[in-house]
């Protein structure tokens, strides 16, 4: 190959080559600004898409706060406290009473009694109960109308304070 | 034509080319770096004003040596002179920014 073709083929890339150059920058001209809208779309969505990813994390957190729920166990504890003048023997059956009306709450989340404690308290108001002579004659029948004092939970222990008052049989002529 | 005229336009040409060159090349660039090539090109070109400039008077240190001895030397004119090429290239350089603000933008 001689010099004057090989300056000649020479030519020939260098012209192709800036025949590149404009055709690239004349493509890039003509679709840059739609180029530019769709970087800008792009960009938009990466961070609409951050801001809902964040806010499934956080609902996912507050979801996974509630459903890492401990259940109330069997062992319901109560306190029943009594007038000072009433026989204490009434405290072991007013307790199994109590225990008894509290079975529905047995197995239910810790969380859901602990945020709606008027529940239980709307359960216990008012309620009558009934305590028959037993056997040994250590107690006499008598009906107790109960209240709710405190409750509280130690870890899935349902503990509660009940406040038991006589209640007066109505007499009949 | 005279030297100081033709040297006057050669500024001015070549700080308008720094910039629209650099510009559009730089665009391509960004096209092919995945970056948003029009937004690119307009940064680039307020970038490149400077560059433009400096690169049309042929460095910044021989301009300011011209003007150290033309004044030490009393020739008040050659200092004017190479104050209206600083000014061409400026002029050149900005000419290139406000066209590709212009394309870009479609407002001056």
Known sequence: MNRSTRVQLLRIVVAFLFGLIGGLTAMNLLYGQKLDSLY??????YYRNNEKYKKIQMLEKDLNKHHDTQYIGQDVSVEVELPTNESQFYQDKIRKEIQEILQPFVGKSVHWVSDNPE???TMMAKRIIQIDQDQKGT????????????LTFVGTKLKIWVVAQEKQKETEE | MGEFWSTTVLNYCIALGVVL???LLGGIGAFFGNEPPMDTMLRMSEHLKIWALVAALGGTFDTIKSFEVHILGGEMSQVFQQLIFILSAFFGAHFGTVLIRWFIQGDL
């Open chain 1, 40 to 45: 800008l779309e792009r960009n938009n969505l």
């Open chain 1, 119 to 121: 529940v239980l308290d």
């Open chain 1, 139 to 150: 107690a006499t029948s008598k009906s107790f109308q109960i209240r709710l004092k405190y």
């Open chain 2, 21 to 23: 060159g650099g510009t």
